[in-house]
T-cell receptor, first 113, second 113 residues
Framework: GENVEQHPSTLSVQEGDSAVIKCTYS??????FPWYKQELGKRPQLIID?????GEKKDQRIAVTLNKTAKHFSLHITETQPEDSAVYFC????????????FGKGTKLTVNP | NAGVTQTPKFQVLKTGQSMTLQCAQD?????MSWYRQDPGMGLRLIHY???????DQGEVPNGYNVSRSTTEDFPLRLLSAAPSQTSVYFC????????????FGSGTRLTVV
């Protein structure tokens, strides 16, 4: 089945710097790659997603890039703010047959003022 | 819309007890799923359902049962609670499968003593 690896497990940046979180997946049939943000004690919330027919997607300060050949995708946060501090999860969904979304283990991002 | 509603928010069980975690959504979503979240392990899929009357196992199904008699409800039953089932449980739904963004419930924090 699908396996998603996420790095780093923790990331600390200064306010205003950029943050990059990387994920790799194993199933070449995966075609949907969402990112979720989970603040302490809260539920995960979808912040951005990308499908396999697109290489990059942006939404204000966040962007996701996808390299299907290398089977990796990344989350980029620019001009980080303290409210960006949270745990971020990547995920991958294989198309057809397996109706499952597989998550990475998460990255704890801390933005220092 | 209330979105995805989970009850209870907190629960303490004794080893061997059984209980049901409730999940209800009012968005007419076909796809519903249960995840458990443990420190350093990310979100692991327990069971999922692609529609009323249809359920299937995820990554960690042992010790749990589900049923889906209506589109709205997807309860998770612990048959005989064990300390290893101490975790935070999240219910999630999407319009049509794992290839769409999930809406998560607020979670149930379960402790088995």
């Amino acid at each position: 089945g699908e396996n998603v690896e996420q790095h780093p497990s923790t990331l600390s940046v200064q306010e205003g710097d950029s943050a990059v979180i990387k994920c790799t997946y194993s199933d070449s049939a995966s075609n949907y790659f969402p990112w979720y943000k989970q603040e302490l004690g809260k539920r995960p919330q979808l912040i951005i997603d990308i499908r396999s027919n697109v290489g990059e997607k942006k939404d204000q300060r966040i962007a996701v890039t996808l390299n299907k050949t290398a089977k990796h995708f990344s989350l980029h946060i620019t001009e980080t703010q303290p409210e960006d501090s949270a745990v971020y999860f990547c995920a991958a969904a294989p198309q057809g047959g397996s109706e499952k979304l597989v998550f990475g283990k998460g990255t704890k991002l801390t933005v220092n003022p | 819309n209330a979105g995805v509603t989970q009850t209870p928010k907190f629960q303490v069980l004794k080893t061997g007890q059984s209980m049901t975690l409730q999940c209800a959504q009012d968005m007419n979503h076909e796809y519903m799923s249960w995840y458990r979240q443990d420190p350093g392990m990310g979100l692991r899929l327990i069971h999922y359902s692609v529609g009323a009357g249809i359920t299937d196992q995820g990554e960690v199904p042992n010790g749990y049962n589900v049923s889906r008699s209506t589109t709205e409800d997807f309860p998770l039953r612990l048959l005989s609670a064990a300390p290893s089932q101490t975790s935070v449980y999240f219910c999630a739904s999407s319009p049509d499968g794992p290839n769409y963004g999930y809406t998560f419930g607020s979670g149930t924090r379960l402790t088995v003593v």
